[in-house]
């Protein structure tokens, strides 16, 4: 459930440091457009015809309905220590451990990764790099120590505010299909409590702003 900012910004100085910058000119968003890409190819993925695969996809199928966002968003179900995270704005990586999870984690976990697809979070976060770092990238000169350090802080800032809006459009979506068995709480009970990272807002941050969300949410008397 997360966007790997980091890993974004050490792979374009890894390139640098490699050579594997192409002869041709390129921009930031070309960037880390490729380093995504090749996020998703190290993954190893699970079996596709398996029964953790096909209970993902029958999930990840019915929100695609409820949401009319067919065609827009594929799903990868891999194994490894990732639960799941949206790539180049349209792949969506989840676990195949999800499978076993409660339904209600499952559905939240693929809702809130559809969160970022359908809000456009990529391409937001790939304005705000170009912002910054506008034209073509010249591997000979690499970006300043400073403005990579202010750069980082502002996608940092925006990373975190995706999150609570892809909670949100989880939280929404779970509202309307499952009003009886949605609980916020049991859902980040079972995903296990995290503290505030540079990409991520702690989980009770995340909770408090869901039960602010739920109350606004309840019909009024």
């Known amino acids: ?34 380093s995504q890409q090749l996020q998703l190819e190290s993954f190893e ?82 304005l705000l790099f170009q912002k910054w770092v506008p034209g073509e990238i010249d591997a000979r000169r690499p970006i300043e120590p400073q403005l990579n350090e202010r750069m980082g802080r502002d996608a940092a800032r925006l990373a975190n505010q995706q999150e609570f809006e892809a909670d949100a459009f989880a939280g929404r979506v779970l509202t309307k299909l499952r009003p009886a068995s949605y609980n916020p709480q049991g859902v980040f009970m079972y995903l296990g409590a995290q503290n505030d990272t540079v990409t991520h807002p702690s989980t009770q941050r995340r909770l408090a702003a869901l ?6 949410l309840k019909p009024q008397p």
């Open 1 to 34: 459930m997360k966007p790997l900012l980091s890993t974004r910004l050490s792979l374009i100085a890894l390139l640098v440091l490699l050579g594997a910058w192409p002869a041709r000119a390129e921009t930031i968003n070309d960037v880390l457009d490729r």
């Open 45 to 126: 993925l699970a079996a596709p015809d398996g029964r953790e695969a096909q209970i993902l996809q029958q999930s990840f199928n019915e929100l695609l309905k409820a949401l009319a966002m067919n065609g827009q968003a594929e799903l990868h179900v891999i194994v490894g220590p990732t639960i799941a995270e949206t790539l180049n704005g349209h792949a969506l990586v989840a676990n195949a451990r999800l499978a076993d999870a409660p339904e209600q984690v499952r559905l939240f976990v693929l809702a809130h990764e559809l969160g970022h697809v359908s809000l456009n979070h990529w391409r937001q976060m790939g």
């Open 211 to 216: 039960r602010w969300q739920a109350d606004l």
